[in-house]
């Protein structure tokens, strides 16, 4: 008998439908009814962690505690859960056959021919049940990327195929989420693609035992006994997820529609208590019914795409709702805003977040930006580079040294006022090298940092190899810029703020990573309050 329960979710006919979310809201209604639940990401792809990838290619990069650079989605289970995850919550195809080789070359495998099946899937199956293995779950969420019927996704399937015959059906259940698109020509849900993509799965030897299907439209109950029939699931099981307001509404739906309801049973959970979601009700209701607006211009050089600052938004939304604001989030791309274009742009904002990010594209543009909220006392909040942005523009315009920089965007700066870390110095390696994961960070009494975090002492994630460079500190002590929160141990800035300003902070550390819907980030909720005060004073 395993320790734990697993619940595994494969995605059919097309990405981005929303596997994360779905297995967050499932393990946010079974946490609610008082089961211990993790969930896991197992991403199809080669690259051993996503931390080299560029946000186009795979939206952002989550970093957890112990500093592993991981899947967007962890950051939906935290913020859903409310749950610290750990490298261990994340495995990539590459990390699996890295240590498949590491075995290998140290012999393990007893001269034996060294494959796909038994050893890469075996490694999939032991991975599966790391967080299972102790007595810490009752149940263990996977979610499996990409979409059934993909090559790179066929070691997971057939892995999810021997474990369920190896730990009994009653111990494993397998969700499929699937798309029922609507033909606005024909007027009509189709089931063919989920027909099709439920057969894919068959193939490799897995009849799913619940249909997830993504649908704009309400299923009718012919439609959904058609599923049944032809998929091979039982009418309950066929579970509509209908397209939401906000993704903190799918947790409820999915309980109306009954998922918690048939995995527990498929799992053979008895449990007669309903999901306690009083808190997370009371959340939606505070962001549904907000009292004002603000709008806060947020300057990064990915805009475009909306999962490349995913952390960032969800922090308004917590910070919004804690507030009872509602924050609209315009997106600026930070290449194209010149000088002349600042005012335009920027003027009628309530606040500003520069947002994180890497190299020399687009930086003229924050730095610009941040010269006119300095000067106009519009609340600033700048997130690592954008902390260092805040560095250097202080630097430029009122420190006088006008060819400051960080030496990540000129090498043979005179003012590196931002500098390579020194254990960064000999590091040619780029994954997983960066300073990463959870520091200490001390922070300064009579700052407007203590009292946002009412703390003398806190724990942030880091994603960075430059610093504030602390030759200068004096420099801008004496102009009015101050640490407001250092590293106790190495002194390095971690918080910079300007006290003559209404609200005005930078931080080498990333809270995005950290806000979840039962704790919202004091930084977001002070950023958020202090916008909203700013848009009613201007009334
Ligand atoms: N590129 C900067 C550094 O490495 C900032 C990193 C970030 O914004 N995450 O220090």
Redesign the pocket.
């Known amino acids: 008998m395993p320790n734990s329960k697993y619940v595994f979710v494969t995605g059919g006919v097309t990405s981005s439908l929303g596997k994360g979310i779905i297995s967050a809201s499932l393990a946010k209604l079974l946490q609610a009814r008082g089961l211990r639940t993790t969930i896991q990401k197992f991403d199809p792809y080669i690259n051993v962690d996503p931390g080299t990838l560029n946000p186009y290619e795979h939206g952002e990069c989550y970093v957890t505690d112990d500093g592993a650079e991981t899947d967007l989605d962890l950051g939906h289970y935290e913020r859903f859960l409310n749950v610290k995850t750990s490298q261990a919550n994340n495995v990539t195809t590459g990390r699996i056959y890295q240590s498949v080789i590491e075995k290998e070359r140290r012999g393990d495998f007893l001269g034996k021919t060294v494959q796909v099946i038994p050893h890469i899937t075996n490694e999939i199956k032991a991975r599966m049940q790391l967080l299972g293995k102790g007595d810490e779950h009752d149940v263990v969420i996977t979610e499996i990327g990409g979409t059934v019927g993909d090559i790179e996704s066929l070691p997971y399937i057939e892995a999810v195929r021997q474990l369920r015959w190896e730990l009994g059906r009653e111990n494993c259940v397998v969700i499929h989420l699937t798309l029922v698109p609507f033909l606005s020509a024909a007027k009509e849900l189709k089931t063919k693609p989920t027909q099709h993509s439920v057969k894919t799965l068959m193939e490799s030897g897995i009849n799913a035992d619940v249909l997830v299907c993504r649908t704009e439209h309400e299923l009718s109950d012919d439609l959904r006994k058609k599923l049944a029939l032809f998929c091979n699931v039982e009418q309950e099981a066929v579970i509509q997820s209908i397209d939401a307001e906000t993704i903190y509404d799918v947790p409820i739906l999915m309980h109306e529609e009954g998922l918690d309801q048939v995995v527990m049973k498929r799992l053979g959970i008895e449990l007669d208590n309903q999901p306690d979601l009083t808190q997370w009700q009371n959340f939606l209701k505070r962001h549904k019914n907000p009292k004002s607006s603000v709008t806060i211009g947020l300057i990064g050089k990915y805009v475009e795409l909306q999962d490349s600052y995913k952390s960032i938004l969800e922090s308004f939304v917590h910070a919004g709702a804690a507030n009872e604001v509602e924050v609209k989030v315009v997106p600026i791309h930070s290449s194209y805003l010149e000088e002349k274009d600042v005012q335009e742009k920027i003027a009628n904002l309530d606040g500003i977040l520069v947002a994180?990010?890497?190299g020399e594209r687009g930086i003229e543009g924050k730095i610009n930006a941040i010269k006119y909220v300095r000067e106009h006392q519009i609340p600033f909040f700048g997130?690592?580079?954008?902390m260092?942005m805040a560095v250097i523009e202080y630097a430029r315009n009122v420190l006088q040294l006008l060819a400051a920089n960080s030496v990540?965007m000129d090498a043979d700066t005179p003012h590196p006022v931002i500098s390579l870390m020194d254990e960064q110095r000999n590091i040619i390696q780029k994954g997983g090298t960066?300073r990463l994961g959870a520091w200490t960070c001390a922070i300064e009494k009579d700052t407007l940092l203590h009292k946002v975090y009412q703390n003398d002492r806190i724990e942030e994630r880091h994603?960075?190899?430059?610093?504030f460079n602390d030759a200068y500190y004096e420099q801008y002590q004496a102009h009015g810029m101050i640490a407001s929160g250092v590293n106790p141990e190495t002194q390095l800035v971690e918080a910079i703020e300007l006290p003559a300003h209404p609200w005005f902070v930078g931080v080498q550390y990333?809270p995005e990573y950290s806000s979840t819907v039962a704790n919202p980030h004091p930084l977001f909720v002070g950023f958020v309050n202090a916008c909203n005060r700013y848009a009613q004073s201007k009334n």
Do not use: T, V
């Not at 997130?383 to 954008?386: D, P, Q, V, Y």
């Not at 994603?463 to 610093?467: D, F, I, P, S």
């Open positions: 994180p990010g890497f997130i690592c580079l954008g260092q990540e960066m994603r960075h190899r430059y610093e990333h």
